[in-house]
């Protein structure tokens, strides 16, 4: 053990310079007249040294598959201040006794142990590691063990922006900020919390104390953020950071479902899209993260591909939970408790030979994507929070005064990144009230009533909820042939990759006619079922993510704004429906939009339908659509 400690010694010497030699090498001494060699000679002939003279990588830290595992993961706490969906079952989970849990003193023994035998950095994770009081003294503590390179945390950011300046000098040197949205009232929906400000400040703060890059984890859910990937990726553009998507993996209470996933070949696929320059960077042999940059970017961004593709291959890690507990695989099942005996008076040789035992019986690889959803295993707030992720700047919702319907885009993409930056500076942090009621939409906080339907002109009511304003621009032009079928007649993909990227944006809606009863009960919101508006919101804005996925032929568009709103008339007991999306690419979003609002009424019928089965579904048709080659078309 002591011959390994000083050949780790020497390496780290011969790393930090090249211009003398205090590493134990023979150094040949030159003879007047002689040309020295060069600084690059030198350095090959250390290295060769160090090569010959290296004892092996800790045996008990090597697999049978050869894997030396140079990484520890440690568990503060199995508490948090928040509540991510993705994290923490809903009805939340029976917590460790304190006395059950590692104490400092056992925390700093294990990482000493660990670090002598080879692992050279740790990460401090939780729960959540920085509620943990004593945090700061057990960073300083790690500082000080021989051969340890590198001490991080990952956090879900509330406490960064009080503590990292203390946290900076007790010697951290790498920080994970875990953030899933830019829009706050998304946020607050995901981690069911508020703190959306506090994350900013924290990686503001982070950013000016100098930390390159600054790790962002965004959890990628379809149907939840995936909309947000080009507004991640736009942040890194004049910001230090390395934001990493992470696939949604299954643990115990998350619910997971494989059609919640998005993978990363899907992922990368949207940002090349808007970003063909994208390139990959070069990986580290142990590197869990594919990493890619853009041209002239200050930042850069990764994807953790953990279901899609997996790197078991190159696995360096190993963790130990808030109670002591070794794992050897995030998606394993198996545990060996550390702290029981360490309590039992367990000696530093036989602590090796059970950690030894453990890190041999480590697999191959983790079971694939489907099986590990059936496994029994912790919840991911009981293991560490590997992937609790929030981190970025916020979206800036803008109104365009050309925009007759009020779709509100996400933000400009040439201007975005300087606004951000603009206000990053100026340490602005937005407030929550005014983007949240624009992220959910101005019908959802309040529940409308209109009578100024046209019920004269349609008896019925099957009509727009509101005729939308501005001066129609005729019928489209069409064609005399259909556009999804090939030479032969046969359905066929229309080909795109021809046609110019440009903004689009459709806006379609729908009626659903209840009858007294059922509007009675939504308007007083006294369904068994619940809010009838707000499901129905959210399964349109669902629903126009999935489009391509319900409408065969339709492509995959990388929407950046959706909005359903819904309103109540009182005259014809109706629901009203209007769906707007935005996307910028080389086909238009109309299908979305229409199948928004489909979708938006069909949950509402299935809201209503143990009340009432005399529900008429009618007038979904498209109201409007602007970008397309064939020019805009408004309905009159």
Known sequence: MAVRLVSRMLQRVLRSSVRSCSSGAPVTQHR???????????????????????????????????????YLRISLTEKCNLRCQYCMPEEGIPLTPKADLLTTEEILTLARLFVKEGIDKIRLTGGEPLIRPDVVDIVAQLHQLEGLRTIGITTNGINLARLLPQLQKAGLSAINISLDTLVPAKFEFIVRRKGFQKVMAGIHKAIELGYSPVKVNCVVMRGLNEDELLDFVAL?????????FIEYMPFDGNRWNFKKMVSYKEMLNTLQQQWPELEKLPEEESSTAKAFKIPGFRGQLSFITSMSEHFCGTCNRLRITADGNLKVCLFGNSEVSLRDHLRAGASEEEL???????????????????????????????????LMLHDSPPAIPSISSQDPFRVQGIRHRGSFSNQMMILWKGGWVPQTPLLAQRWLGSSCPQRHYSSHLNSDA????LSAVSQAPGTPS??????????????????????????????????ASAMVLLGPVAFKLIQENQLKKGDALVVAQ???????????????????????????????????????????????????????????????????????????????????????????????????
């Open 352 to 386: 090796l030979r059970i950690i030894g035992a453990a890190v041999g019986r480590k697999k191959r690889q983790h079971a694939g994507m489907f099986s590990i959803a059936q496994m029994k295993n912790r919840p991911m707030i009981l293991i560490e929070l590997l």
């Open 458 to 461: 349609n008896p019925k009511c």
């Open 474 to 507: 005729g019928p489209l032009p069409t064609s005399d042939q259909l556009t999804h079928v090939d030479t032969t007649g046969r359905a066929a993909m229309v080909d795109v990759g021809g046609k110019p990227d440009t903004e689009r944006v459709a806006v």
């Open 538 to 636: 959210l399964a349109g804005v669902q629903a126009a993510k999935l489009t391509s996925q319900l409408i065969p032929l339709c492509h995959h568009v990388a929407l950046s704004h959706v909005q359903v709103g819904l309103e109540l008339d009182g005259t014809c007991h109706a629901v009203g429906i209007r769906a707007s999306c935005r996307a910028r690419g080389p086909t238009g979003v109309e299908m979305e939009a229409l199948t928004a609002a489909a979708v938006a009424a069909l949950t509402v019928y299935d809201m209503c339908k143990a009340v009432s089965r005399d529900i008429v579904l009618g007038e979904i048709k498209l109201l409007s659509k602007t970008g397309g080659q064939r020019g805009d078309f408004q309905r009159t």
């Open 32 to 70: 007047p007249g002689e040309p020295s060699q060069t600084a690059a000679e030198e350095l090959s002939r250390q290295r060769q040294f160090l090569r010959e003279h290296t004892a092996p990588f800790s045996a008990f830290l090597t697999d049978s598959f050869g894997r030396q595992h140079s």
């Open 236 to 244: 890194t553009e004049g910001l230090p950071l390395d934001v990493r």
